[in-house]
């Protein structure tokens, strides 16, 4: 027995925490284009360089996409989406991860090429208010600015992520900390280079992939498995969530019931499914199943729609 189907509505708390992450994410995008400016203005024929003006590019799409979840997820069902539109969140997800493993992938290919070939950057110099400057000294200023953004603005997403258990959010705040490790590995690699080491810029390049194509990966493939109705799981991806053992510790704690198993899915931020019980007898059976589902319900804000049905047996 589940409630008729309503549309899911935040908490008011979470209903904070989700304008203060649309605020966060479109200040991440205004930074973003910024640091893609001084890096594309910059960046000359270095490997590195180019490698770290990919991956902020790739950087937006996650951005991006959680504002357009957050946009489609506040849609009401309709005769169309008699669900509603909150699968848009892990959409979202998806779409971000493929993206991140994906470029990882080609930038990390295209370092060891340019090592294989050994084919020497070049970084020359530029006429800058009447003087000669090597173009490595503004590209490493551009680097140090590509920093400070990702670094701060990462950091205020992942306690946001957590509190609304948005993974999309999640995957946005790992690609900032690649953001601010990659300025990091571009800048030695351009002090390998100053210094002779014509093949650091491209270990720099192949180190910052391997950054991409490993937080890529993971999430890309927690991203597919939550489509795939996987389990719940932390918002990092790495474990069970413990919500599911807390609803089926409640209901075995019910009286009337003699066994139970339960059944939950991701639906975006949200979680649904089922919850099948065993009753010890069918006394007042639809007033105890009701009660089942409020007190479902109330375990967690992110539980909406779960059925609690009962069955002769579990087997």
């Known amino acids: 027995m589940s409630a008729p189907f309503t549309d899911f509505a935040l908490p008011p708390d979470k209903q904070a ?10 200040a991440s995008i205004g930074f973003l284009l910024s640091i893609i400016l001084a890096i594309g203005l910059t960046m000359g024929s ?37 669900y509603g539109y909150r699968r848009a969140v892990l959409i979202a997800y998806l779409t971000s991860s493929l993206a991140l493993f994906g470029f990882g992938l080609y930038i990390l290919g295209d370092s060891v090429y340019k090592l294989v070939t050994a084919e020497h950057p070049t970084i020359q110099t530029i006429d800058l208010f009447g003087h000669r400057v090597w173009l490595g000294w503004l590209m490493m200023a551009a680097l140090v600015y590509s920093v400070i953004p990702p670094l701060v603005v990462g950091r205020l997403k992942l306690p946001l992520a957590r509190e609304l258990h948005d993974k999309a959010l999640h995957t946005s705040a790992a690609l900032n900390k ?54 719940p799981s932390e918002v990092e991806g790495k474990g069970k969530d413990p919500v599911v053992d807390r609803v089926q510790r409640a209901l075995e704690g019910l009286d009337w ?21 065993v009753p010890r007898d069918e006394a007042n059976l639809l007033d105890r199943l009701q009660g089942a589902v409020k007190l479902v319900g109330a ?17």
């Open 299 to 315: 375990l967690d804000w992110r539980l909406h729609e779960v059925s609690v049905v009962p069955v002769r047996s579990l087997g």
């Open 257 to 277: 019931v003699a066994q139970a198993r339960v059944r939950l899915r991701e639906d975006g931020d949200i979680l649904t499914g089922e919850a099948y019980v």
């Open 17 to 26: 925490a989700l304008r203060r992450a649309r605020r966060v994410e479109w």
């Open 46 to 82: 270095s490997q590195a360089m180019k490698a770290i003006w990919v991956e902020d590019l790739v950087s937006l799409i996650p951005s991006v996409a959680f504002l357009v979840g957050a946009y489609f997820r506040r849609k009401p069902p309709d005769d169309v989406f008699p």
């Open 178 to 231: 690649g953001d601010w490790l990659s300025g990091l590995a571009g800048a030695a690699g351009l002090l390998g280079i100053a210094y002779g080491h014509w093949w650091a810029d491209s270990v720099a390049a192949g180190l910052i992939s391997l950054e991409i194509v490993r937080d890529g990966y993971s999430s890309l493939r927690n991203s597919v498995a939550q489509l795939m109705n996987k389990r």
